[in-house]
């Protein structure tokens, strides 16, 4: 069945750090991975997504990696930031289908 | 901010109402999808609409429905309330015409079942 799921669900770091957050997959006919950023009181907001003819993608400060022989995504956060405080989700779809299907998500606490 | 909006911000009701939610998609947005975010949990897809007809549905009862307006707005609407109702109902937007299909979501709507 389709499921996303995640290794941490808490992930605590110093400002400056670098953080990776990590998120298995067991659906191998997703095509369409999409990370998101929730902060307390708000929706979800997009960060960064990669398709699976792609194995890397680059954002500002942020680097999506996916490992599909062993499905498999991470997302790297450089030099991490107080503001980047919050619960992060993958999420995987089939393109062209309807849903998204999100796991229950990692919470990235940035100590000062 | 992503330009989807949701209204009511925050709901109270007691168990067997009914509730309606409402979202307005981004500009240039086609397709409008809904999704329950139980506390501590990811969102779970409940349905999606694309021209004005749902366009899917996730594992949800029927007296969970959904409507689209000509201006690609959506209402979700609920009856028969039940306690495990209570979450955050999300709506994304996105734009089915082109390759991109990233879902942008709005800031949800706090539903509290007594």
């Known amino acids: 069945g389709e499921s996303v799921g995640l290794h941490l669900p808490t992930l605590s770091v110093q400002e400056g750090d670098n953080s990776i957050i990590n998120c298995a997959y067991s659906n191998s006919a997703s095509d369409y991975f999409i990370w998101y950023k929730q902060e307390s009181g708000k929706g979800p907001q997009f960060i960064i997504d990669?398709?699976?003819?792609?194995d890397k993608r680059q954002g500002q400060r942020v680097t999506v990696l996916l490992n599909k022989t062993v499905k498999h995504l991470s997302l790297q956060i450089a030099a991490t930031q107080p503001g980047d405080s919050a619960v992060y989700f993958c999420a995987e779809n089939i393109l062209g289908f309807q849903k998204l299907v999100f796991g229950t998500g990692t919470r990235l606490l940035v100590s000062p | 901010e992503t330009g989807v909006t949701q209204s009511p911000t925050h709901l109270i009701k007691t168990r067997g109402q009914q509730v309606t939610l409402r979202c307005s998609s981004q500009?240039?947005?086609?397709?409008v999808s809904w999704y329950q975010q139980a506390l501590g949990q990811g969102p779970q897809f409940i349905f999606q609409?694309?021209?004005?007809?749902?366009?899917g549905r996730g594992n949800f009862p029927p007296r969970f429905s959904g409507l689209q307006f000509p201006n690609y707005s959506s209402e979700l609407n609920v009856n028969a309330l039940e306690l495990d109702d209570s979450a955050l109902y999300l709506c994304a937007s996105s734009d089915s015409r082109g390759v991109e299909e990233t879902q942008y979501f709005g800031p949800g709507t706090r539903l509290l079942v007594l």
């Open positions: 609409y694309y021209r004005e007809e749902e366009n």
């Open positions: 990669i398709r699976s003819n792609m």
């Open positions: 500009s240039g947005h086609n397709t």
